[in-house]
């Protein structure tokens, strides 16, 4: 079972920051958080994953809570094209991923 | 930008037939991987292979599925006797290395009907 839950939608206006939370709260000590998202039934595309610091990258921000417990995605300034569905992973030792339903994020304009 | 391909994008094939699956991971990683997602459902892990063994596999993946690497760059899924409950998209993923820092790469994906 994934480790992790998710609202399973969102909204969000063309061009604001759109915020994906996910919650994480059995996650060990070494383990990643990694997002993925996936467009209609494309492959899952790699966003960005973090242990503990916050991250930023050229497609969005991660922002991980001290505890790590849990975690944002922040898209800063969300585009149609970023409508998809969003997964927050906590990665296995063996490299596989579990997923889970993700949330859909609708960009609206 | 290295990628992921996959091949074909699209097959059709009819109950009790064997297909095969074709990846090309990108060339410097070295642990492989299959998924699955049933439409509307969500991805599933299928296998993992590293060193040329499978290194873990899912309940789903049982002894009509077989996966190898009988190149240097081609990764293949192989089911022998096709349902058609096995109609799904599969995507292939690698990843350069098992450490956590590591990202894993996804190809397009092959949407498999089974008629």
């Known amino acids: 079972d994934a480790k992790t839950t998710q609202p399973p939608s969102m909204d969000c206006a063309e061009g604001r920051a759109a915020n994906l939370p996910c919650n994480h709260s059995t996650i060990s000590g070494n383990e990643y958080v990694y997002w993925y998202r996936q467009i209609h039934s494309q492959g899952p595309q790699y966003i960005i994953h973090?242990?503990?610091n916050n991250e930023t990258n050229e497609m969005a921000s991660l922002i991980i809570t001290e505890d790590r417990k849990s975690s944002t995605l922040i898209l800063p300034h969300a585009t149609l094209r970023d409508t998809a569905v969003y997964y927050c992973?906590?990665?296995?030792?063996?490299?596989?991923?579990?997923f889970g339903q993700g949330t859909e994020l609708s960009v609206k304009p | 930008e290295p990628e992921v391909t996959q091949t074909p994008s699209h097959q059709v094939t009819q109950m009790g037939q064997e297909v095969i699956l074709r990846c090309v991971p990108i060339s410097n990683h070295l642990y492989f991987y299959w998924y699955r997602q049933i439409l509307g459902q969500k991805v599933e892990f299928l296998v993992s292979f590293y060193n040329n063994e499978i290194s873990e596999k899912s309940e789903i993946f049982d002894d009509q599925f077989s996966v190898e690497r009988p190149d240097g760059s081609n990764f293949t899924l192989k089911i022998r006797s096709t349902k058609l409950e096995d109609s799904a998209m599969y995507f292939c993923?690698?990843?350069?290395?098992?450490?956590?820092?590591?990202?894993?790469?996804f190809g397009p994906g092959t949407r498999l009907t089974v008629t």
């Open positions: 993923a690698s990843t350069k290395d098992l450490g956590q820092s590591y990202e894993q790469y």
């Open positions: 973090g242990l503990k």
């Open positions: 992973i906590v990665r296995g030792p063996e490299g596989k991923l579990i």
